[in-house]
């Protein structure tokens, strides 16, 4: 499958590099899930929870969890397309997920909400899923559009490939049966594999939503030209005057 060539193409010679990051990204996830998960048992057993402040407290280590998770993601995500695009994991690399995440926040909220919304009927919360996949990915290699610009281009982007996204996260369904096997160490080759196959799938699906998406916008401006030169033409005489759009 052409993905997944594309991805280990990109990965050949940068394994180091990819492993180190999920490495790390899996240390620090434990650390503070760590750190969060004694927070929270502290305040069950010292009886806390039972007070409204108590309680808002342990929603507010609950969204943080969250958020960590998000951030790790982001993370993620940063080190695969950076990889990807052969650029090097630097100040810069750090400065873009910073810039970004106050608005990943946004993002993933309101991806969320739609989804959760959806998935009272099931079946539209498992579209909202794929509809808004390639969100994220838009955010870090495009961090100066807006919230809803990222949300109409994701929605734009997997018009008609949803299912090719399903069966292409499907064909890795072996690789990821044999994470619990190998007692996690297959992950630090399936996850960057697998991560970097669907920054393909996003690459070529932006490139091919794009050059539609021109070639569209050119077709109308061409036709909107022609509507205009034709209405003007209409209001010369045919004789008699120097008509100058013959």
Known sequence: MKFK???????????????????????LAVIIGFAIGIAMVYLIISG??????????????????????????????????FIYDNKKLNDSFVARVIKVFPKAIVLNF???????LGSLLIIPGIINAYKYSMCNYILMDNPYLSVFEIREESRRMMHGEKLDLFFLELSFIGWVLLIP?????????VVPY????IISFYKDK???KQARYSSEIDEQNIIARGDYKQNRKDNFPQKGFNNPFR
């Open 48 to 81: 806390v929870v039972t007070t409204l402040g108590g309680i808002i407290l342990y929603l507010l280590i609950m969204l943080l969890y969250v958020l960590v998770v998000l951030l790790l993601n982001l993370i993620l995500i940063g080190i695969y397309m």
């Open 110 to 116: 309101l991806n969320g909400l739609s989804i959760l």
């Open 194 to 197: 697998m991560q970097t196959t």
């Open 5 to 27: 060539k594309d991805a280990k193409d990109a990965l050949w010679g940068k394994w180091g590099e990819a492993i180190t990051g999920l490495l790390i990204t899996y240390i």
């Open 206 to 208: 932006s490139k091919i």
């Open 181 to 189: 096997l190998t007692f996690g160490l297959a992950s630090f080759y």
